[in-house]
């Protein structure tokens, strides 16, 4: 992975997790959801303005992805509504490299280098240590599906979006289309599950949901490019950085517990990153 992508990558990764942030911040996690998904749209609109339409093939892969993603924003915000963010984050966010790299390894043609592989196998195990405590520090368990779910969301969309943006020939305007799609599919699932009250939010709300989307676009458009440009297996994997960044701001923002097993897996993300870099 080149040096401009792998610094591109981790940039994004501090996106993520500050977006993240943004919406475990609300009262209901699936309006502050909605207003992501509206601002991912608003987005998306700006963004396709200056790029010719896909052609045919490529809506496939953005209907696909849209999909995928409102299911990811659904199961992340009932998630939130059960769990801290420096214990879902991780276990959401973490088990998508190992499925990722399965299905790239069987059924892509991404080279991956045997350090590359450990980098992310580390990386993992730092990410399955840092989400124990769900189980070890008596938290709720009813976040555990939804964050699983989460998590296959996160494999399938990766897997899809890389393979889409490479298709399009555009992954940033890739990125644009999807996000207008995610949002279409997510405002109806969205009033369907939790009524009309769910489209009801504050300016300030608003003004917080418009931050995160424009944090979240960013991060993931910078994310499918780099797609284009290294593994997509290695992408997804150093993109979970993210899980750092979300600890260090449940630590010092929300006044999250930081014990000696956050610490340990910390440390082994820092060694699976520098891994993927040999």
Request: with cysteine; hydrophobic share 60%.
């Amino acid at each position: 992975m080149a040096a401009n992508v792998f610094l591109a990558v981790l940039l994004a990764a501090v996106l993520h997790a500050g977006w993240n942030a943004i919406i475990k911040t609300g009262l209901n996690k699936q309006t502050s959801m909605f207003l992501l998904s509206v601002g991912h749209a608003l987005c998306g609109l700006v963004v396709v303005s200056l790029y010719p339409w896909p052609q045919g093939g490529v809506w496939l892969w953005v209907l696909g992805s849209g999909a995928i993603h409102m299911a990811y924003q659904m199961f992340l915000a009932y998630a939130y509504e059960h769990g801290d963010l420096s214990r879902v984050y991780p276990i959401a966010r973490g088990t998508a490299p190992m499925l990722v790299l399965i299905v790239s390894m069987l059924a892509l043609s991404d080279a991956i280098t045997a350090p590359e592989v450990a980098g992310i196998l580390v990386l993992g195990g730092g990410i399955a240590l840092m989400a124990r405590g769900v189980l070890t520090n008596g938290e709720s368990r009813r976040m555990l599906p939804y964050a699983f779910g989460a998590a296959l969301a996160t494999a399938g969309y990766t897997l899809t979006d890389g393979l889409g943006a490479r298709a399009s020939g555009e992954p940033v305007a890739y990125v644009g289309w999807l996000m207008i799609a995610s949002a279409l599919f997510y405002a109806p699932a969205a009033v369907a599950l939790k009524g009309r009250a769910v489209l009801r939010a504050s300016p300030r709300a608003w003004g917080l949901g418009m931050i995160a989307a424009a944090a979240s676009f960013g991060a993931y458009a910078i994310a499918v490019w780099a797609m284009t440009r290294a593994p997509i297996a290695l992408v997804g994997a150093l993109r979970e950085t993210s899980i750092l960044f979300a600890v260090l701001i449940g630590w010092v923002f929300f006044r999250e517990r930081l014990d000696r097993g956050k610490l340990i897996a910390a440390a082994l993300i820092v060694a699976g990153v520098m891994l993927t870099r040999l």
